[in-house]
């Protein structure tokens, strides 16, 4: 093989594993990216979700539907520091983890500038119940949706679940989590908190226990049994 042969062939192995490379990378993280403006949608709640702003009148809706433009973006119905959006599935266990934290988290912070809304991506209505169930379980007090022609989930490429977006108030990722795990769990509030503009939790450190100081064991003298008497 020439040099010139070899040359080449060398430039185009590179280029097929720097392709190979970046297509694994995309396939590993997927979903938005930080910084992406988050696309907009409404869709209807299933739980027993009530806005703070609710519309009244005869031509109100009878269904309340959401999406991020009811927090984020120029005309929010009412104004959040950080939403946190979570896409999920009746089917997906880490999911079922997920959801008590998150309500836990809402109801923590919520009057702090905190918004929660989870979209199910179960297919149909078969599920619609189980997901009403679900929430209900684990005292969910935000929106909880139902994608049910997975429309939401192509637009926002929610391949793996659960998929937690961190949304500003202006509408735009700052942060993504695929997958939900303990270490995750432990970092989460401290990650919100900040993104609320609120210090870290102080860690929690397990109390000491001091070493009891040895004791010299004392030494006991065997009293001198007195002599017995005499009879007589």
């Known amino acids: 093989m020439s040099g010139q042969r070899l040359v080449f062939a060398v430039i185009v192995a590179a280029i097929t594993t720097l392709v190979s490379s970046s297509a694994s990378a995309t396939e590993a993280t997927g979903g938005l990216t930080v910084g992406t403006v988050v696309p907009q949608f409404s869709l209807p709640v299933v739980n027993d979700f009530v806005p703070a702003v609710m519309p009244t009148g005869p031509l109100a809706p009878k269904t309340v539907k959401w999406g991020p433009g009811r927090w984020t973006g120029e005309r929010p119905d009412e104004s959040k520091k950080l939403v946190v959006m979570s896409f999920f599935a009746t089917y997906c266990e880490p999911c079922k983890k997920e959801m008590p934290e998150l309500a836990r988290l809402y ?18 209505d078969e599920q619609r119940q189980q997901i009403i169930d679900l929430a209900k379980t684990n005292n969910v007090t935000f929106p909880v949706m139902h994608d049910r022609f997975q429309v939401v989930a192509r637009r926002y490429a929610a391949e793996r679940l659960p998929y937690m977006l961190f949304v500003d108030g202006t509408g735009t990722v700052v942060g993504v989590h695929v997958g939900y795990t303990e270490a995750l769990k432990a970092s989460l509030e401290n990650e919100i908190r900040g993104r609320l503009g609120m210090p870290p939790l102080a860690a929690v450190v397990a109390p000491t226990t001091l070493p009891t100081k040895a004791t010299t064991p004392t030494k006991t003298t065997p009293k001198k049994s007195a002599p017995a008497k005499k009879d007589g």
């Open 107 to 124: 109801a923590t912070y919520k009057d702090q500038g905190l918004g929660v809304m989870l979209v199910s991506i179960d297919k149909g």
